[in-house]
């Protein structure tokens, strides 16, 4: 079994910048890869960012880059992500997703508010 436990999130004004971490415990001695997700309200799930646990390879969508950053602690089994440059619209549940031996799992989601 796996558990992920978020936390970071909150409200923040446009242009500000906010870090969500994303720690996991349990089973994780196979982890392929960490990210993030978002949903806002009446939209589908979003990918945001993902990095590849074995060579730290990085993955964003094309909503984010240039503004937010994925990284991870090995020994921690952390993922992070730093969000700079917030707009209104990137106001939305972020969930940290890990695949763990084929399998994903999903973090309980922590609310990000960007006001404008």
């Known amino acids: 079994q796996v558990q992920l436990i978020e936390s970071g999130g909150g409200l923040v004004q446009a242009g500000g910048s906010l870090r969500l971490s994303c720690a996991a415990s349990g089973r994780t001695f196979s982890t392929y890869a960490m990210g993030w997700f978002r949903q806002a309200p009446g939209k589908e799930r979003e990918f945001v960012a993902r990095?590849?646990?074995?060579?730290?390879?990085?993955y964003y969508g094309d909503s984010v880059k240039g503004r937010f950053t994925i990284s991870r602690s090995n020994a921690k089994n952390t993922v992070y992500v730093q969000m700079n440059s917030l707009k209104p619209e990137d106001t939305a549940v972020y969930y940290c997703?890990?695949?763990?031996?084929?399998?994903?799992?999903w973090g309980q989601g922590t609310q990000v508010t960007v006001s404008s």
């Open positions: 997703n890990a695949r763990i031996g084929g399998n994903d799992y």
């Open positions: 990095i590849r646990w074995s060579d730290g390879n990085t």
